[in-house]
């Protein structure tokens, strides 16, 4: 079965940094994409960055220039390198892994990791 372990969350103060993790294993076909949802209390889980086997990121408005999103294909691992961190940052946060279908797609998500910011 795919699993998605994800790991680095945690509680920091504003303008602190943290790296998220998630590593990607059970799967045979080629992986289109990994990234990142977060979903905060009482709010829509949205889409964070998310980055193609290729290496083109997208990221939400938000965030672009704070966090930074990396891959490592052979290690199936995706990073989230957040700086700047404020509180409406804090949430949920969910990797998400696409791969390749025949000849749709398939997405999973890992269980999630708690990112909190005090102010």
């Known amino acids: 079965q795919v699993q998605l372990v994800e790991s680095g969350g945690g509680l920091v103060q504003s303008g602190g940094s943290l790296r998220l993790s998630c590593a990607a294993s059970?799967?045979?076909?080629?992986?289109?994409?990994m990234g990142w949802y977060r979903q905060a209390p009482g709010k829509r889980r949205e889409l964070v960055a998310t980055i193609t086997s290729g290496g083109s990121p997208n990221y939400l408005d938000s965030v672009k220039g704070r966090f930074t999103i990396s891959r490592d294909n052979g290690k199936k691992t995706v990073y989230l390198q957040m700086n700047s961190l404020k509180p409406e940052d804090t949430a949920v946060y969910y990797c998400?892994?696409?791969?390749?279908?025949?000849?749709?797609?398939?997405?999973?998500w890992g269980q999630g990791t708690q990112v909190t910011v005090s102010s």
């Open positions: 998400n892994l696409v791969l390749a279908g025949r000849p749709s797609t398939s997405d999973y």
């Open positions: 059970g799967f045979m076909f080629s992986i289109s994409s």
